[in-house]
C-alpha cells in the first residue's frame, strides 16, 4: 500500500511538473521568437475598430470599444451597459520592441500569433488564461477565452457585433 501511495505523489508531481511546463512553454515560444512583430502586424487587426456587444450563452453581454490611436496602439474601453454612458474599465492592445502585447488590469498577455483572420495571446503577467480574437465578418468577430485555473479548462466563446 506504501508504494501505491508513493506511486500516486510521484504521478501527481509529474502531472503538475507538466503542466506547469506547458503553461511556461506557451509563453516562452513568445519571448524566444525570431520572427518580431511589426506595425503591419497590428494593422491586421484594423477590423477590431469600433464598437461591439458580445454575447455567450449563461453570460452577461459585454460592451466594449477598439479605437486605433496610432500604427502601434489600440486603447480599449470597456462598457458596463449599452447605454456606453459609464466606462469601467479599459485596457490596450500594443506594439513595442517586436512584440505585440494586451493590457488589462495588472494583467498582460503576449500575443503569439497574428494574421488577417485574428489573433492568440498566451499570459505574460498575472494572467492565466489564453484568449483568441477571430474575424468572420467586417460585422462580427469571435472572442474566446480558455481558463484551465480551477483545474479543468473552461472555455468562454462571445460572438461580437457591431453596435457601431
Known amino acids: 500500500m506504501r508504494h501505491f501511495a508513493r506511486a500516486l505523489q510521484y504521478t501527481a ?13 506557451g509563453a ?6 525570431s520572427n518580431p512583430f511589426g506595425i503591419s502586424d497590428l494593422g491586421k487587426l484594423r477590423w477590431l475598430e469600433g464598437t461591439w456587444r458580445g454575447t455567450s450563452p449563461g453570460e452577461s453581454p459585454v460592451y466594449e470599444r477598439y479605437h486605433f490611436v496610432n500604427d502601434s496602439t489600440i486603447e480599449i474601453t470597456y462598457y ?18 517586436g512584440r505585440i502585447y494586451h493590457t488589462f488590469g495588472p494583467g498582460r498577455w503576449g500575443a503569439s500569433r497574428i494574421d488577417k483572420s485574428g489573433v492568440y495571446f498566451v499570459p505574460q503577467v498575472n494572467a492565466r ?14 472572442a474566446t477565452r480558455r481558463s484551465g485555473a480551477s483545474g479543468r479548462e473552461m472555455v468562454t466563446v462571445y460572438q ?3 453596435m457601431r
Do not use: K
Open 160 to 162: 461580437m457585433r457591431r
Open 13 to 25: 508531481a509529474a502531472i503538475a511538473m507538466t503542466a506547469l511546463a506547458m503553461r511556461s512553454a
Open 80 to 97: 458596463s451597459d449599452s447605454t456606453l454612458q459609464r466606462p469601467s474599465a479599459s485596457g490596450r492592445v500594443y506594439l513595442t520592441v
Open 129 to 142: 488564461n489564453t484568449f483568441s480574437w477571430v474575424y468572420e465578418s467586417p460585422n462580427t468577430w469571435t
Open 28 to 33: 516562452q515560444s513568445l519571448r524566444n521568437s
